[in-house]
């Protein structure tokens, strides 16, 4: 385990940064480069903002690549004028820097390009555990938490979500604390900590 982890599950401190503009405005169909003929010029382009204290969204890195460089490159130009966000804070009610994943899908329907943020697909869960059993009988479920990651990567505190996730929340605090995460670097290359949200997921592990 990497050193001791602070599991706030009732604290209000450690918040991941929030939009504070809505997300669909970022990019649109309207934003469909229309010159883009290629049939890689579909797909969906995930990302990584990085947030400054001051809520700004300072760096946009791809994740994962539409296919496409050109829509790849759009997406983040497009959110980083665009994305307006309240800052995260840390354990101690401070601003802190902080990390947002999201995704932008580009199509094409009846010839004509579109292009949106996927809110209506499930979201990829960022750490995936096997159980005994769950509440409920359930199979399967998933809880979020937001975990602060020190400059070694190591997650340093932890902390859930949702109050009825509390029980779950502690568990997926316990085994965060054992990852070591790619650690954060502002844009002059400097070590920094961070806040991000992760979303774990639980399965009940075949009898």
Known sequence: MMGIVSVLIHAVALVNATPANYPGDWVTSLDYPTDDKRPQGEGTTFFALLIAPNGQAI???????????????????????????????????SAIHSQWH???RWWRSNGQGKA???????????????????????????????????TSGNVSHCQGVKPDEAKLADVACTQASALTLEAGKDNEGQAIPFVRAMLVGFRVSPQ
């Open 102 to 104: 999201s995704r932008v």
């Open 116 to 150: 949106g943020s996927e809110r209506s697909a499930a979201p990829p869960v960022d750490l995936g555990l096997q159980v005994s059993n769950l509440p409920d009988g359930a199979r399967e479920t998933t809880a979020s938490i937001v975990v602060k990651v020190d």
């Open 59 to 93: 760096r946009c890195d791809i994740t994962q690549s539409s296919g496409s460089t050109a829509l790849d490159r759009k997406t983040c130009a497009l959110i980083l004028a665009r994305a307006k966000f309240t800052h995260a804070t840390d354990e101690t009610g």
